[in-house]
């Protein structure tokens, strides 16, 4: 009797505790339903589809409890507003590419692609173990957003243009979409920037409201249909040698998750890191050649051009270092690991690449 009278009691007692806990579980994976903001139109599968993949990653890991909603640039957002949208609130997240935002601060430049910077490689290099996420983060604090490393696109392609362009007197007065810091960089050499998103490129080039466009390459550049309007296409994008998206969460938002879905978005966001590079460089070159076949006419900008646009960016960086004290720290920090980068790519990889590119390019 008293055995059973214990094994009785033990039983309730397992239950209450079952009773008492069972809230805590319901909260460590509550329903939370969010809104992502991106800034690229749902055509460009790669960079809009980044967003997607963290999106049903998220939902995956989580039996569908949380759940985020993936908006085109435009749809309730503007595709250059984002940063604004998730510092305010309007949505917890954001995808894009911070360079858009240079207008308020140049240093958002770094968390992106700075003219003549780092390849996609050293980007992640820098970002994850060279200090560059947590210098940026510093700057993010300041607008009540955490961001993360969300896609790249590996260096870019220079651009569509209706006429040749062969020196650096062939830039003055062309009216040219670019997006991010290289604009600056441009203006000292003539060119008219006009940063526009991604869905805004192909009407405005098609009106004559711009001479040239650049977006990212031949992938996405066929999909906007650049190619249509404009046949000289140059290379390379020197601006944007290997760009990173970022993924951005309003920082009173982020606070009320449970650590576990911190840790899944976390993860999610790498993944499309790495997902969105890994596409490009599988699809650019069947759609470069579907493209040169189309009439594309494909250039490398002279050296006259190139050299002239890297005198102008470094001049553009001291500047810009004279005056914002957020670029000074972030640039004296992102130099120095720069060089050693490509110290380190020019004793490898460079010589790897140089060697088995020049000899697949040979028959046999
Ligand atoms: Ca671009």
Not at 34 to 43: D, E, I, N, V
Not at 74 to 103: C, F, K, N, R, W
Not at 209 to 219: C, M, R
Not at 263 to 284: G, H, R, S
């Amino acid at each position: 009797m008293k055995r059973r009278t214990f094994l009785k009691s033990a039983a309730l007692g397992v239950a209450a505790a079952a009773t008492i806990s069972a809230p805590a579980v319901a909260q460590s994976a509550p329903e939370i339903k969010w809104r992502l903001a991106s800034s690229f139109p749902k055509t460009l599968d790669t960079i809009f589809g980044a967003a997607e993949v963290i999106s049903k990653r998220v939902a995956d890991a989580t039996d569908g409890k949380f759940q985020i909603r993936v908006f085109a640039g435009g749809e309730i957002v503007p595709g250059l507003q984002v940063l604004d949208a998730v510092q305010q609130g309007t949505v917890e997240m954001g995808h894009t590419a911070s360079y858009y935002y240079v207008g308020k601060d140049a240093t958002f430049a770094f968390d992106t692609a700075i003219p003549f910077g780092l390849n996609a490689r050293q980007q992640s290099a820098w970002m994850h173990h060279g200090g560059g996420l947590a210098l940026m983060r510093e700057l993010f604090k300041t607008y009540n957003v955490i961001q993360f490393p969300a896609g790249n696109t590996g260096a870019q392609m220079g651009g569509w243009f209706r006429k040749e362009i062969n020196s650096v007197a062939d830039l003055t007065g062309l009216k040219f979409r670019i997006g991010g810091f290289a604009g600056k960089v441009l203006t000292k050499l003539g060119v008219v920037p006009q940063q526009l998103a991604g869905g805004d490129i192909y009407p405005a080039l098609e009106k004559g409201t711009i001479d040239a466009a650049e977006w990212v390459g031949p992938y996405d550049d066929e999909r906007l249909g650049l190619n249509k309007i404009a046949k000289h296409y140059y290379y390379p994008g020197w601006w944007e040698g290997g760009p990173q998206l970022s993924c951005y969460v309003n920082l009173d938002q982020w606070a009320t998750l449970p650590k576990s879905y911190q840790a899944i978005l976390e993860a999610a966001c790498a993944e499309a890191n790495t997902w969105m590079v890994a596409k490009y460089d599988a699809q650019n070159m069947p759609a470069l050649r579907r493209l040169v076949a189309d009439g594309a006419v494909l250039k490398p900008f002279s050296k006259e051009i190139m050299e002239a646009c890297y005198a102008a960016a470094l001049e553009l960086y001291g500047e810009t270092a004279a005056a914002n004290a957020n670029f000074k720290k972030v640039y004296e920090a992102w130099k120095p690991f720069r060089d050693d980068a490509n110290l380190w790519f020019r004793v490898s990889e460079n010589t790897f690449d140089n060697f088995v590119l020049a000899r697949s390019a040979q028959k046999g």
